[in-house]
């Protein structure tokens, strides 16, 4: 069951997914903010490859004192069998916080339902907690602050708009990229050079922008990909394209 108002009227606690943007905390919304200072426990993901939070340390000057932290594993792999356990035992600890009465938020970078880990725990919360209660909020996603950066629409008109995953397979990735009028690369990381490659091939690379560490320490906007330069080593990088050139 999902509740669509903030308010807690019996003694199950609610669970609030807070997108907290893409690095700023000046980019949260005052809804999340807000939340941010009245939940009792605040949950993060991280991996074995990296115990911080962003999130955590975005949304760090808006926590309310003496709300307890809690950072959930969430093994990089893709072993089906062990992300399951992972996720049943995550959501379990947060089932456990809602049915002692306690609210909480679970923090994501960017939007809490793009490509986001609170998707999936989501998914194994409604399975082990049926009768939870959740409030989902939406939070400003890296390719719109890179669209900002750039002053560049992500779409006008009648154009269509494809976001792909920096995973995504290959061929099923370059169909979508011929099909749309406007992409976004997120995550490109390792895949970037190969990408910038392929929107050669496809003579779109000079409507082509490649963003980094947008709003974070060591930020990279480069507009127009059709030359030779040092591509940026980063988790968070992103690629924007306009197949039409933005007059």
Not at 11 to 19: E, R
Not at 103 to 113: E, I, K, V
Not at 118 to 126: G, N, P, V
Not at 203 to 218: D, E, R, Y
């Amino acid at each position: 069951m999902t509740q669509n108002t903030f308010e807690n009227t019996s003694q199950i606690g609610t669970l609030y997914g807070l997108g907290v943007g893409p690095g700023d905390p000046g980019l949260l919304t005052i809804a999340a903010s807000k939340l941010l200072g009245e939940v009792d426990d605040i949950f993060t993901a991280s991996s074995s490859a990296n115990e911080d939070s962003l999130a955590a340390k975005i949304a760090a000057p808006y926590i309310k004192t003496g709300a307890v932290t809690t950072k959930l594993g969430f093994p990089m792999t893709s072993d089906r069998a062990v992300l399951e356990s992972a996720w049943d035992r995550n959501a379990n600890v947060v089932a456990t916080s809602l049915k002692g009465g306690r609210s909480a938020a679970f923090l994501t970078l960017g939007d809490c339902l793009t490509y986001s880990t609170y998707s999936y725990l989501l998914k194994h919360l409604f399975k082990i907690m049926p009768e939870a209660k959740v409030v989902s909020i939406p939070g400003i996603t890296s390719y719109q602050l890179a669209a900002a950066r750039l002053n560049r629409p992500l779409v006008m008109g009648r154009e269509t708009l494809t976001i792909l995953g920096g995973a995504s397979d290959e061929q099923e990735a370059d169909s979508l990229a011929r099909l749309s009028d406007n992409l976004v690369i997120l995550k490109s990381y390792r895949e970037t050079s190969a990408m910038i490659e392929k929107l050669k091939d496809m003579k779109v690379a000079g409507q082509a922008a490649l963003c980094a560490n947008l709003s974070l320490a060591g930020e990279t906007v480069i507009d127009g990909l059709e030359e030779n330069f040092t591509v940026p080593n980063s988790y968070f990088s992103l690629i924007l394209v306009n197949k039409r050139p933005r007059d």
